[in-house]
């Protein structure tokens, strides 16, 4: 009796802690995203941000700030950060590694490639074919690493098969760029995953792929919970484990091509993100992911702000911040799997 009592107010304790926490982080999302409207070469109070929301004048030139430059860059960087966490959760989960990360794994620089090649050989209607060329690179860069990797799930192999294949298509890129020297000046930025460099035209040609990935990544949340078990209680569960990695892994394609095609190629976020939402969430996909899209927004968000606010009235790229972020987590990731 006593038992089903405590199973009963444990059910209904953790549902409800983790909607308080979802509405936190939502909260915390909130909040930093006014803080990057107001921040920039010019510093803005929070009424004038609030103004230009709720009562837009045009011919106030500080609201004009807000609404004709930050808020398309706030839009990329909430839609790019939530993209790079789900696509890492993901990635590590049916891969079962902890180290697993589109940036780690080479399938950032594949799509970087691939989109750099594009840009110069097909420079017509570049918008288009970005998201394409970015599938295409990230897809052939992930096959490559699991062949590499001999498709087993050790760590070690994944990440030194990924450090191959990232240093092969990143010295390609240089090869390409080094070749047209106007291109180079044009995509140096974008390189090293520009924020501040993108706009929301490139946004509405992934908008499409990036709301289907969603959605079917989170149709995918019962069979993740089972492969969570193992491979074999999956399979007793009536899992498809086979259809299971195939779907993940080219949902990783998915996300990852679009924001390389939006944003450059930008590291660590799909690393530390799920390492971050998995302190509060442990055992249930849907709130896991969750807490990604949420996480992985606020990270780029305060990133952003920090790559704007560093070296006033000059920035550097979001990409530098994320990797000082992610760097060492990284060591700490792979220092903890070598005790």
Not at 165 to 193: E, N, Y
Not at 249 to 265: D, E, F, K, R
């Amino acid at each position: 009796m006593m038992l089903n009592k405590a199973q009963g107010s444990e059910s209904r304790y953790f549902p409800l802690a983790r909607l308080i926490g979802a509405v936190l982080l939502f909260v915390a999302v909130v909040s930093a995203s006014l803080w990057h409207l107001s921040v920039g070469a010019k510093s803005l109070d929070w009424v004038t941000v609030w103004q230009a929301l709720t009562a837009y004048d045009p011919s106030n030139m500080d609201q004009a700030i807000v609404r004709e430059n930050r808020e398309a860059r706030l839009i990329v960087a909430l839609v790019v950060g939530a993209s790079l966490a789900l696509s890492g959760v993901i990635m590590q989960a049916i891969s079962s590694n902890p180290l697993a990360d589109p940036g780690l794994l080479g399938i950032n620089s594949g799509a970087a490639f691939f989109v750099v090649a594009g840009l110069l050989f097909l420079p017509v209607a570049s918008h288009v074919y970005s998201p394409l060329l970015a599938f295409l690179g990230a897809g052939f860069a992930a096959l490559f690493v699991m062949a590499l990797s001999g498709w087993q799930q050790s760590s070690e192999r994944l990440v030194l098969a990924g450090m191959a294949v990232t240093a092969m298509f990143s010295a390609m890129t240089a090869i390409l760029l080094i070749m047209d020297q106007q291109g180079l000046d044009k995509l140096r930025h974008w390189l090293t995953g520009a924020i501040g460099a993108s706009d929301l035209k490139k946004l509405d040609w992934v908008y499409p792929y990036l709301i289907g990935a969603v959605l079917f990544s989170f149709a995918l949340v019962r069979s993740l919970n089972a492969f969570h078990l193992g491979e074999r209680v999956a399979s007793s569960l009536g899992v498809n484990v086979l259809f299971l990695k195939v779907s993940g892994l080219a949902l990783v394609i998915v996300l990852s091509g679009c924001v390389v095609a939006v944003a450059g190629p930008i590291g660590f976020v799909g690393l530390v993100v799920p390492h971050m939402a998995r302190l509060l969430i442990r055992n249930s996909y849907l709130w896991l992911f969750l807490y990604s899209l949420l996480l992985g927004a606020l990270l780029l968000i305060l990133s952003d702000i920090v790559a704007r606010l560093v070296l006033r009235p000059y920035e550097i790229n979001t990409g530098i911040i994320t990797a000082f972020v992610g760097a060492p987590v990284f060591i700490a990731l792979v220092l903890g799997k070598m005790k």
